[in-house]
């Protein structure tokens, strides 16, 4: 079955310290994966996409097919990062996301 | 700058009552997608079409919520009757598919409350 798992509901840092929201991924085909935002009261957006190996406001992702994980990190956070971030596997054939239960960051200053 | 939008943008109706939520995607979209989004839950698909065809709504509970797409430009959320537990934010999504960029497009949702 094709699942996204994000363990953590909400991660809980201070303002210049290294973030890292945790994806793990079930999917027998090869994986296309994307991390999305929420920030307060707004719409969700796209942040980066697995194959464009980009780095967008400083987080990165690196796909990781040996332990099936898609893992976002930024070295410093910053107050501005605090949002609800959601994993998200792309299924061909329809365009469907398969969306994890999201990670709300909350950096303190 | 095209934008999905969605309106009513807040409701509050009474248990029973009609909710009708509506879309309107990004147009040359051919995928829609309704989703709801709670605390409890996180993010849930609830329905999704290609080409106005509905392709997936096994997350909508059948008795209650309908999803249309009455034309290209606009699709349609429907509970009939409502209850508290549907209490939630509503949101559509569009996209283009096929694409190797393949993104979804959020409409800004609908908050509904149901007393």
């Known amino acids: 079955a094709q699942r996204v798992t994000q363990p953590e509901k909400l991660l809980s840092v201070f303002k210049g310290a290294p973030v890292e929201l945790k994806c793990n991924y079930s999917y027998s085909g090869s994986p296309e994966l994307f991390w999305y935002v929420q920030y307060s009261r707004q719409r969700l957006q796209l942040l980066l996409r697995?194959?464009s190996r980009e780095s967008i406001k400083g987080f990165t992702a690196d796909l990781n097919k040996g332990e099936t994980s898609f893992h976002l990190k930024k070295p410093f956070a910053q107050e501005e990062d605090s949002a609800m971030y959601y994993c998200a596997l792309y299924r061909p054939f329809g365009g469907k996301l398969i969306f994890g239960q999201g990670t709300e960051l909350s950096v303190k200053p | 700058d095209a934008r999905v939008t969605q309106t009513p943008r807040h409701k509050v109706t009474e248990m029973g009552q009609e909710v009708t939520m509506r879309c309107q995607p990004i147009l040359g979209h051919n995928t829609v997608f309704w989703y709801r989004q709670t605390m409890m839950q996180g993010l849930e698909l609830l329905a999704y079409f290609r080409n106005r065809a509905p392709l997936d709504d096994s997350g909508m509970p059948k008795d209650r919520f309908s999803a249309e797409m009455p034309d290209a430009t606009l699709a349609t959320l429907k509970i009939q009757p409502s209850e508290p537990r549907d209490s939630a934010v509503y949101f559509c999504?569009?996209?283009?598919?096929?694409?190797?960029?393949?993104?979804?497009?959020f409409g800004p949702g609908t908050r509904l409350t149901v007393t």
């Open positions: 999504a569009s996209g283009l598919d096929p694409n190797p960029d393949y993104e979804q497009y």
């Open positions: 697995h194959i």
